[in-house]
T-cell receptor
């Protein structure tokens, strides 16, 4: 069973804090993703990684960075948290195939509140 | 640019009613993949179905069925005889071919509430 595990279900942080969201997958997937979910906007891609130490910006990377030092772990970093980063954050992973036709597997989400 | 639109923000039905969730997509890719995910209150997105752009066969899985029509760029999802356990947020998503590295473009989501 594929498992994508996010380190926290709920987080409350103060404005200006540096925040780390951790994600681990156990299926040796090459691709990993961080999405942000907001009501009425669906899921929007923040960053993704297709290999260790490789990262690409998604649609809304501003205010975020990522780290992938090991294949199974993908971290999302909020350099200086702001209230507009209050949201649900979802990590996902997928297998790399030539046709890219495999589904992504998601973690349970981290609901971050910045006060 | 790719885009997915789910016209219904919220749907409310009574148990045993049939319900259809609409999904319309835009892409310039000739090869692409469409997905439906379910997000129950627990928060984790659960994969329901994948459809390739070159396979327009409709699919039925138990009470769930999907209608893919390339001519109208739609990939609609029908739940027959809905149950309370179907209450969730449903997302339609699109992945382009080529070097997309598996990135998904999601619709806004449809909140389905099934009342007993």
């Amino acid at each position: 069973d594929v498992k994508v595990t996010q380190s926290s279900r709920y987080l409350v942080k103060r404005t200006g804090e540096k925040v780390f969201l951790e994600c681990v997958q156990d299926m040796d997937h090459e691709n990993m993703f961080w999405y942000r979910q907001d009501p009425g906007l669906g899921l929007r891609l923040i960053y993704f990684s297709y290999d260790v130490k490789m990262k690409e910006k998604g649609d809304i990377p501003e205010g975020y960075s990522v780290s992938r030092e090991k294949k199974e772990r993908f971290s999302l970093i909020l350099e200086s948290a702001s209230t507009n980063q209050t949201s649900m954050y979802l990590c996902a992973s997928s297998l790399w195939t030539l046709t890219m036709n495999t589904e992504a597997f998601f973690g349970q989400g981290t609901r971050l509140t910045v006060v | 640019a790719q885009k997915v639109t789910q016209a219904q923000t919220e749907i409310s039905v009574v148990e045993k009613e049939d319900v259809t969730l609409d999904c319309v997509y835009e892409t310039r890719d000739t090869t692409y993949y469409l997905f439906w995910y379910k997000q129950p209150p627990s928060g984790e997105l659960v994969f329901l179905i994948r459809r390739n752009s070159f396979d327009e066969q409709n699919e039925i899985s138990g009470r769930y069925s999907w209608n893919f029509q390339k001519s109208t760029s739609s990939f609609n999802f029908t739940i027959t005889a809905s149950q309370v356990v179907d209450s969730a947020v449903y997302f339609c998503a699109l992945r382009g071919g080529g070097t997309s590295y598996g990135k998904l473009t999601f619709g806004q989501g449809t909140i389905l509430t099934v009342h007993p």
